[in-house]
């Protein structure tokens, strides 16, 4: 119930809440979009962070912590870009522009992710597999500014953030209007408990292998 109350709420609001007029119902694909790709970042952010206490500490904990976020990072990116695509495909015309630096780089990202996920379970040796997946989390997460920036270094049809953007910073605005805005927030705030309980169930079975890891006798009855 703590994952799927979250779960159940987002998804209403995300069909019943308000839309923009001029984009039509096609734009509460935003309660889904944006959420899904902020908590993308702060799962494989959470992954460099204990990735990086891993590497230092090598305790177990941290490793299974950080590929728990990695496995709910890439649950949410995935989510981001089918979302992204129906989005563009309603307002662009077309489900993908091949052209575009942040549509490419968040492929990219979940290649990386997927890669990390995936290659932990072709080396038995776990401490071994949990060291060298450390090396992706750390260096992983440089991906990250340079997608979010990418809109503004690069030409690109996908807009520039709303909430966060300089122009609203400075002019003090609102970047909509205040149902959508509380809308989006809500949601953002329900995909993040989502990501916090599908991290944790993710983290128990990650435990259970480095227990069965460490100790003889589990391994032996398996």
Known sequence: ?????????????????PYDVTQGVSSKLLYIHV????????????????????????KPKYDSIAVANAKSGVIFTIVTLLAGSYWGKQTWGTWWVWGDARLNLTAILLLVYLGYVASRQ????????????????IFGIIQIPILHFSVIWWRSVHQQ???????????????????ILITLLLSVLLVTLVHVF???????????MWDDYLNPKSRAKI
Do not use: C
Not at 127 to 134: E, L, M, V
Not at 169 to 178: E, I, K, Y
């Open 198 to 208: 599908l991290t944790k169930r993710f983290r128990v079975s990650n435990d259970i």
């Open 122 to 137: 072709f080396n038995k040796d776990l401490a071994k597999t949990a060291k060298n997946s450390s090396f992706v989390g």
């Open 35 to 58: 959420p899904t790709v902020w908590v993308a970042y702060l799962g494989y952010s959470l992954t460099f962070l204990y990735s990086l206490m891993y590497f230092f500490t090598k």
């Open 1 to 17: 119930m703590m994952l799927y109350g979250p779960l159940f709420v987002w998804l209403a609001l995300s069909i019943f809440g």
């Open 161 to 179: 953030a709303s909430i966060l953007s300089q122009e609203t910073v400075t002019s003090g605005d609102a970047p909509m209007s205040t149902d």
